[in-house]
């Protein structure tokens, strides 16, 4: 290899493609790329811009963050312990009514900087404003995988606006910022768009090449209320329609009936398990194990800072784990291993990326992040898989690399200054209430 | 009032005495006791040896863990995923029979450590060679409410040792250094111990002015097996045989008929909920809505780090609430408030403490935690108490004080040696593997 940008050595390497971890193993990076991965000791020949020793680390694929309304960290703990209905109707609307575009920058750069401090170097965000998100992913360094959200909800003329500006952002933003953004139409729901929106929406995502990011089956009420309407579930009401033709992620699923899971899994539907905002908002818990038997894709996702409060990805981690045994009842049912794929490479193919993201294989984006594991919590480390899922937090990331950038080292951020985008977001987020 | 010790000014006080919070409130330590607790403007006057501008930073009251086995810390992540009968009898119980005093010692100074970098100031443990955590507890400056752990499982030759050993561990180190560690009896279970033994448990407890620390109705299985063969629920059985009348700290509590509910609000009961290890070992969820709704007092805990896998209180609050959210799928359930009053006054009370810890207030012992929320996760900060359960990690912490003494300064640990007391648990974990 001619000489590589960066050399990182002396970690325990998790490549997330099934070859188990390598233990003092080595990572080059030429180009933003994987250039190697292996031994140390088979990395001694390679010449390096910068060599990091990462002796007590462990580095792994940056964690993908499948479902999310990033801009939302300026609502954070706005409206806590609050029926559904209230929480949205009362506060959450008539605050994003007041919503300007530079508010939704500073939002999404406080996200994207929450995102790089705990490890997330992907996010599937749907929000508005969307342009101002891919503009924080430009300057933070992060990779997003954007959608514009469309809500008609029974207003026509706002439908067919929405729809523009989806259909418009994708256009514009898709492969933006050297290609870390990458753009999906966003239909809000089933629920709140009508049919001749969403086949619309279906035969644009097809004619642009891209795919589409919604939410499905998230509230039992919904799901009554939808089935009374059109006499069908809304996953056979999106089937029969033609809408899970094309590359579609689907946030929660909570609410599936076992001919659901079958279109689902026959259609390719890619499904975003969102645990704790799904245990926050009281909603129920998604039948993991029921999907992954069918060989339905599963991601993870933190959904918005208001209704979760965090985007830490390690804490959803372990707490999908903890909801599924619960679930089922059953303490083996998803094992360690398992949601660190649903973390990272099944997270990469629920976002369409999994040929550039998602693992630690030679030739794909070297997106990478670093675990410090000499903290109190991590040790002993009798079984590696556990302890990132179990015993971690986001705080314990110490250095994050995407498109082979180091965006984190030793947990000082490169990209952004942490303190002037926390307190611009604060600023924007206070005057908000006061407009 | 004269010179303080210590006089922490500038941040935001959360007192857990019903006052709300105090913003730039400032706290008056002194002889190990707070002396003054209120504005920062009130206390100019106050001269003190130690002056701690805390701005940014929110002072409350040490979390205390109801329910740990803190020498667990050496089998963190050896057995993952695996079901509670492979697990116990396969794994743990091997391991534990080649326990010797000092690995115990080891693994409750790693468990310390663990607890001071996370905010915890006092913990409930029931393990053996307890004498070893009391000298964990001495050294390493926390709270323990300790117990030496008695299991008869048919074999009366050994429950009448390991009863002799909980007596004998009382008798010496109920009030042990300077009072940080107190004495329970650690009867394991009513399923584990018989009813003679259970009875005597009851009397020496009372004879030594001490309480008990229990495990109850944890596992479904074992509850039918229990009702099957006493025709009484646990909780209907050792309320028969008198064994609730004294102090007692009952662990888990997921298995409750209306009649057991009802029955531990009239004895007084208090019940230390464990969300994170229940979800992990797919064991189900206490519902705590309808045990406070009949006044019992219920405290929070992490259970051993094998269950779990941390013992950060943090985490642990968080999943209580999205865990009951859940339970009753219902958002309002468990608002933030109240699981703060779980992870500190009233687990004060569940530990009979709470006329010395458990709130900030004068006259009490001074255990008291600095939260630093300068972080993105932690803002904008529109919610004090979203943001310490629903934002805030262990990380956070930046100070901890215990008795007056300051144990963590700016995550400094200033009573162990960090590297050395990670280095020396690990050693050990490994090696007892290797016996």
Request: charged share 25%; aromatic share 6%; hydrophobic share 40%.
């Amino acid at each position: 290899m001619e000489k590589a940008d960066i050399l990182i050595y002396g970690c325990t390497i998790l490549p997330m493609d099934d070859r188990g971890f390598i233990e003092d193993g080595a990572l080059a990076i030429k180009n933003g790329k994987i250039a190697f991965v292996g031994k140390s000791a088979s990395a001694t020949s390679i010449e390096a811009e910068i060599k990091i020793n990462a002796k007590g680390k462990i580095a792994m694929p940056g964690l993908i963050n499948c479902h999310t309304h990033v801009p939302m960290t300026l609502f954070r703990g706005i409206a806590e312990d609050q029926p559904l209905d209230t929480w949205l109707k009362e506060i959450i609307w008539p605050l994003e009514a007041k919503l300007r575009s530079e508010d939704v920058y500073a939002g999404a750069l406080l996200g994207c900087l929450e995102m790089i401090k705990s490890g997330t170097t992907c996010f599937a965000d749907m929000y508005f404003h969307e342009d101002t998100v891919a503009k924080a992913v430009e300057k933070s360094g992060l990779r997003g995988v954007l959608a514009e959200g469309i809500i008609e909800a029974g207003n026509t003329l706002l439908g067919e606006k929405m729809f523009k500006n989806s259909v418009n952002f994708a256009s514009r933003f898709n492969g933006y910022s050297n290609g870390r953004v990458k753009a999906l139409l966003g239909p809000h729901a089933a629920y709140s768009c009508s049919q001749d929106l969403l086949v619309k929406i279906g035969e644009e995502a097809s004619r642009l090449g891209v795919g589409v990011h919604t939410h499905l089956a998230e509230s039992k009420l919904m799901f009554r209320k939808f089935e009374r309407k059109h006499g069908l579930s809304e996953v056979e009401f999106l089937d029969r329609i033609g809408f899970l033709k094309g590359h579609v992620l689907a946030a929660h699923c909570i609410n599936l009936t076992k001919k659901d899971r079958r279109i689902l899994s026959e259609r390719g539907v890619n499904v975003a398990y969102v645990p704790v905002a799904n245990m926050k908002l009281g909603l129920g818990s998604a039948k993991i194990k029921d999907l992954v038997r069918l060989s339905v894709n599963v991601g993870l996702g933190t959904d918005g800072p208001t209704s979760n409060n965090t985007l830490d990805m390690f804490e959803t981690m372990k707490v999908a784990v903890l909801l599924q045994k619960l679930a089922y009842l059953n303490p083996t049912v998803l094992p360690a291993y398992e949601v660190l794929g649903m973390a990272t490479i099944n997270g990469a193919r629920a976002l369409g990326s999994d040929g550039n993201i998602g693992s630690l294989e030679v030739g794909k984006k070297a997106d990478i992040i670093l675990i410090d594991i000499s903290k109190p919590h991590m040790k002993p480390l009798h079984n590696i898989y556990a302890s990132i899922v179990y015993s971690a937090r986001g705080s314990d990331v110490d250095t994050v690399i995407v498109d082979g950038k180091i965006l984190m080292e030793n947990r000082q951020v490169k990209t952004l200054d942490e303190q002037a985008t926390m307190e611009k977001a604060e600023r924007t987020a206070f005057d908000l209430l006061s407009r």
